[in-house]
């Protein structure tokens, strides 16, 4: 049977109205029009729905039997078909899954979840770890929102660049770089180095950007995670260089003293990233706005001047000299 959900929407304002006029008045059409959508129901329901008595229309026990199931399911066609996009976030159950890198999760993680819990209290967060291979996780929708420095490429997955903060150099209280007045490409190739990679890489962009200066580091350890990266830094003479922004609260705690970057390198990036089916859901356009807000970088103190430094406000000055952005 080939069934039209036209038919569906006249009877019920037929059952409504009571009158062939009157549901025609309610669903715009003529009355000859619903005339004919009324004889299309009663073959196919093999039931008469309305019938004359006087001047009047009655339905019959079979109308009257279904009149509160068509209404019901009317509705729900028509909330399938034109969904709403009202959120109640009150009422909203949810757990979201995001994979982000773990500076991120630092860095914007808990402004996140103060701003779900107080917003939406029903919504609980999972955040994973970073592989250290590409996962297919995303597009499979076992991950909801991804938070990198990387633009993924596939068509079907979508990318925001959501924030954008220079490179810094991070190091102990009284690292010989914060002894000298100003720290030059050549000091800086010449001290140690710790790289950040969950691949374990030991190099990076910054290789390519001192090649061009003619000059050479010295990579003596790679760690999966900034956190562990910074734990090497505060305790011995290495160095890292890492983005000022998920640097900046660490240093605080930890101690280090944040130095600028003594050449041109391209600012580190954040992008959400996520799967199309979540284009145009409610619950997850309202995830990704309160994610846009908590990755945002703030304005803070310039390099070289966070609590803790050692850098008298002359070498500092000099530093921000020599700074590229």
Not at 124 to 153: C, H, M
Request: aromatic share 4%.
């Amino acid at each position: 049977m080939q069934l039209d959900l036209n038919l569906l929407a006249a009877l019920d304002a037929l059952l409504e109205e009571g009158s062939v006029a009157g549901a025609a008045e309610r669903l715009h059409v003529t009355a000859p029009a619903m005339s004919r959508s009324l004889g299309r129901i009663r073959r196919t329901t093999g039931d008469q729905i309305l019938v004359r008595t006087g001047r009047t229309m009655t339905p019959t026990p079979y109308a009257i039997a279904v009149r509160g199931q068509v209404h019901e399911l009317l509705r729900q066609v028509q909330d399938v078909l034109a969904p709403s996009r009202e959120l109640d976030l009150a009422s909203l159950e949810r757990t979201f899954t995001l994979r982000w890198h773990d500076s991120l999760v630092a860095l914007g993680g808990p402004a996140l979840l103060a701003a779900v819990r107080e917003q939406a209290p029903g919504v609980r967060l999972r955040f994973l770890a970073e592989s250290s291979v590409d996962t297919p996780e995303l597009r499979r929708g076992e991950i909801d929102l991804e938070a990198n420095a990387n633009r993924p490429t596939a068509p079907d997955i979508r990318a925001e660049q959501v924030a954008e903060t220079r490179h810094v150099i991070a190091v102990r209280r009284g690292h010989p770089l914060t002894r000298v007045k100003t720290v030059t490409a050549a000091r800086y190739a010449e001290a140690e180095h710790i790289t950040v990679s969950r691949r374990g890489r030991l190099g990076n962009a910054l290789d390519e950007a001192l090649a061009g200066l003619g000059l050479t580091r010295r990579v003596v350890a790679s760690a999966p995670t900034d956190g562990a990266a910074f734990e090497f830094v505060r305790g011995s003479d290495l160095l890292v260089t890492a983005p000022e922004a998920t640097t900046r609260s660490a240093a605080a705690v930890l101690g280090l003293t944040l130095l600028p970057l003594p050449f041109e390198l391209p600012p580190a990036t954040v992008y959400l990233s996520w799967h199309q089916r979540y284009d145009t859901d409610p619950a997850h356009v309202w995830l990704r706005d309160l994610a846009r807000t908590a990755l945002a970088p703030e304005v803070g103190p310039e390099a070289g001047s966070e609590a803790g430094s050692e850098v008298d406000p002359e070498v500092a000055q000099s530093h921000q000299k020599d700074q590229v952005r």
